[in-house]
């Protein structure tokens, strides 16, 4: 298993999972827009992913979001969350929403929330010139070249099987096949890694389990669970459970944001890497 692959997937997905009461918009980073267009089969699919975090109480508290994602003949991926609300006013605030739409071959990453209700259609470099560093004109969003080959947030659906590894193991990670199974009709294989206790377990989270499941034909992670150290405000287990899933060409709407919402167009600049230097983003809560 390639554990770089499986470290972009799973920190991708555990951070989005927990909502605040209030949540702020968060708009996917521009080097998550794939670089070439994906040759996969296209799909459909919905998931739902949860999330378990240990109180201090000792009484267990559960975050459950809606993802969906499809992939079409174009090469096109759509990605799209509901998050519920949570805390004590829960039953007075609305599903969050939020989508994203990455069009290699239009050079576009489109994303949308419901949060602000506006609609963003971030222009991506020419593939010819994604050289270095690039910044959108209100800088908000950002793309280094030198550092990222390849989207955050997972492998690309036009890649080869993700869990082939491409590098040496690491020497902390034992993992074991578990053979295969049918998930929903499509064939799926299944890995478990289990990673060996490591520091003192202040930072991150000394040791986890994980398994997953991947259909090879799609080239799409159907299911995954990941176990972590039962500790007073951590994250102690974390799942993605495929709901249903379609192998053909998606709907047309799933690619369309909402015709309601008002759409910035913003354009993006190359830049000096140093101007893209700046503090460490915060250490996610949800892995503590």
């Not at 150290?229 to 053909?248: G, H, Q």
């Not at 008002?262 to 000096?272: A, G, I, L």
Request: proline fraction near 11%; glycine fraction near 6%; charged fraction near 20%.
């Amino acid at each position: 298993m390639n554990f770089r692959c499986f470290f972009l997937a799973v920190s991708f997905l555990v951070v989005v999972v927990p909502v605040p009461a209030q949540p702020s918009p968060r708009w996917p980073r521009a080097d998550r827009c794939f670089h070439e267009p994906s040759q996969g089969h296209p799909y459909s699919a919905e998931f739902l992913l949860t999330s378990v975090q240990l109180l201090p109480t000792g009484d267990l508290t559960k975050h459950m979001v809606k993802e969906f994602q499809a992939l079409d003949s174009r090469g096109r991926f759509f990605h799209g969350s509901d998050f519920p609300p949570s805390g004590p006013r829960a039953q007075s605030l609305p599903v969050l929403v939020s989508g994203h739409i990455c069009d290699p071959e239009a050079a576009t990453q489109t994303m949308w929330s419901s949060w602000d209700k506006r609609t963003i259609v971030l222009h991506l470099p020419a593939r010819a010139e994604r050289l270095g560093c690039w910044k959108s004109d209100d800088g908000v969003f950002t793309l280094n070249f030198e550092t990222s080959s390849h989207p955050v947030g997972g492998p690309n659906p036009g890649d080869s099987d993700p869990v082939v590894a491409s590098e040496p193991e690491s020497p902390s990670v034992v993992t074991e096949e578990l053979g295969t199974t049918q998930i929903q009709g499509l064939e799926a294989k299944g890995y478990y890694s289990s990673w060996r206790a490591f520091g003192d377990g202040q930072g991150e989270p000394p040791y986890l389990n994980e398994e997953h499941w991947v259909v090879p034909s799609l080239n799409l992670w159907v299911s995954q669970e990941v176990e972590y150290p039962r500790k007073a405000n951590w994250t102690v287990r974390w799942s993605r459970e495929l709901v249903s899933i379609n192998d053909s060409e998606p709907e047309t709407y799933m690619f369309q944001p909402p015709s309601t919402y008002p759409v910035t167009m913003e354009m993006m600049r190359q830049v000096s890497c140093k101007d893209l230097e700046g503090p460490k983003p915060p250490e996610s809560p949800h892995l503590k």
